[in-house]
Nanobody
């Protein structure tokens, strides 16, 4: 089992920055990919960014490219999401997720079904 705990959420004004952290514990050596998702009430969970734990390869949703950066510190078993130039539409609950396996052919890192472990979430609120 892998446990994920997010932190770093909060309230910030438009244009501001936040850094989210996701601390992993347990059998973390089985994780293949880590990702950040976000969700607002009544909407589906949206993949924001992902990182491959072995080689650090990253992917981003178009809506956050150039503004968000995902990174990892393997020694600390922590994944980060640096969020800059925040907009009101970035307001959401942000979740950390981990998968054990590579994507199957035709699969998407943005699909929540691909992930085996989830954190409880941390709220990000961006206001003008």
């Amino acid at each position: 089992q892998v446990q994920l705990v997010e932190s770093g959420g909060g309230s910030v004004q438009t244009g501001g920055s936040l850094r989210l952290s996701c601390a992993a514990s347990g059998y973390t050596s089985v994780t293949y990919r880590m990702a950040w998702f976000r969700q607002t009430p009544g909407e589906e969970r949206e993949g924001v960014a992902s990182i491959l734990t072995r080689d650090g390869g990253t992917d981003y949703a178009d809506s956050v490219k150039g503004r968000f950066t995902i990174s990892q510190d393997n020694a600390k078993k922590t994944v980060y999401l640096q969020m800059n130039s925040l907009k009101a539409e970035d307001t959401a609950m942000y979740y950390c997720a981990a998968s054990r396996l590579p994507l199957l052919s035709g699969g998407s890192w943005r699909s929540g079904n691909y992930y085996n472990y989830w954190g409880q979430g941390t709220q990000v609120t961006v206001s003008s």
